[in-house]
C-alpha cells in the first residue's frame, strides 16, 4: 500500500473527455502525464522550499527546534531533517511512486510516514507538501487538455 499517492485513471479521463466531447478512450496518456508528473513535483518542491500548503498556508513550526550532535548541520525547516522524504516525493529517492500506464498514473511517496506528516495525525500537525491546489489544477488541466486535442486532431 502507498502511504501517499494520487491517481489519475481512464474513467475519470473518459468522464472529462465526454463533457468536452471528446473520445478519450483509446489514447496512450503517458506521454501526457509524464507532463503532469513533473507538474506534481515542481508544486511539492514550491511546498518543500518555501515551507507552505499547496494553497501557501504556513506550516507549523517545529514543536522543539532541533539541536545536539545528531542535528548538526540540518535545517531547522520542518520535514526536512534527513531529506529522505523530500527526495522520495520529488523523485530522487528509491521510494518515491511514479506509475505510468496508458491509462492511469499514481504520484507520491511511499515513504511509511509521509501520510502522516502530509494529513497530520492526532500528535503531528498536518504539514501538507503533496496536494491540489487551484493553480495546480489548472495547470494539469491544461496539459490534459492540450495533449487530447492534439490526440483528437491527430484521427
Known amino acids: 500500500m502507498r502511504d501517499l499517492a494520487h491517481t489519475i485513471d481512464a474513467d475519470q479521463l473518459g468522464e472529462w473527455g465526454a463533457q468536452l466531447g471528446y473520445s478519450l478512450a483509446e489514447i496512450d ?3 501526457a502525464f509524464a507532463a503532469v508528473s513533473i507538474a506534481l513535483a515542481a508544486s511539492a518542491k ?9 494553497e ?25 531533517n534527513t531529506g529522505l522524504l523530500m527526495a522520495a516525493t520529488l523523485a530522487a529517492g528509491a521510494e518515491h511512486v511514479d506509475v505510468r500506464t496508458d491509462s492511469s498514473m499514481e504520484w507520491g511517496s511511499s515513504v511509511e510516514y509521509a501520510g502522516w506528516q502530509n494529513f497530520g495525525t492526532r500528535t503531528i500537525p498536518a504539514r501538507q507538501f503533496v496536494g491540489w491546489s487551484e493553480p495546480l489544477l489548472q495547470e494539469v488541466e491544461a496539459i490534459l487538455l492540450d495533449y487530447a486535442a492534439r490526440q483528437a486532431g491527430a484521427k
Open 29 to 31: 496518456w503517458r506521454p
Open 56 to 80: 501557501g498556508a504556513p506550516w507549523a513550526a517545529l514543536k522543539r527546534p532541533r539541536s545536539g550532535k545528531r542535528h548538526a548541520g540540518s535545517t531547522p525547516l520542518p520535514l526536512r
Open 46 to 54: 514550491e511546498n518543500f522550499f518555501g515551507g507552505h500548503t499547496p
